[in-house]
């Protein structure tokens, strides 16, 4: 199986960045594909950005598309969400997880995260 552990969430200004990480243990966490969700509270959670486990493949979605990049090292065992000019809508729990299927099928993922917060004031 596969822990992952978030970390690098806080409050922040507008306009501010911060970098998401996600340490994961395991002996097959190299393919794995990953993914980034985030949930607001009353909404739903929904999909951020994926990456496949080789980390030549990634998607966005489009609130995060020119401001996000997703990568990983699987040396460490570590992916990042690297979160530039946020904005207070950005505020949400964001969670870490893997799926040994596509990014895109938030059903399929089998292993989450238990979350960092993101807090972005205006």
């Known amino acids: 199986q596969v822990q992952l552990v978030e970390s690098g969430g806080g409050l922040v200004q507008a306009g501010d960045s911060l970098r998401l990480s996600c340490a994961a243990s395991?002996?097959?966490?190299?393919?794995?594909?990953m993914g980034w969700f985030r949930q607001a509270p009353g909404k739903e959670r929904e999909f951020v950005a994926g990456?496949?486990?080789?980390?030549?493949?990634?998607a966005y979605a489009e609130s995060a598309k020119g401001r996000f990049t997703i990568s990983r090292d699987n040396a460490k065992n570590t992916v990042y969400l690297q979160m530039n000019t946020l904005k207070p809508e950005d505020t949400a729990v964001y969670y870490c997880?893997?799926?040994?299927?596509?990014?895109?099928?938030?059903?399929?993922?089998?292993?989450w995260g238990q979350g960092t917060q993101v807090t972005v004031s205006s």
């Open positions: 997880a893997a799926t040994g299927g596509s990014y895109y099928d938030q059903g399929g993922y089998e292993y």
């Open positions: 990456i496949s486990w080789i980390g030549t493949s990634t």
């Open positions: 395991g002996r097959t966490f190299r393919r794995y594909n």
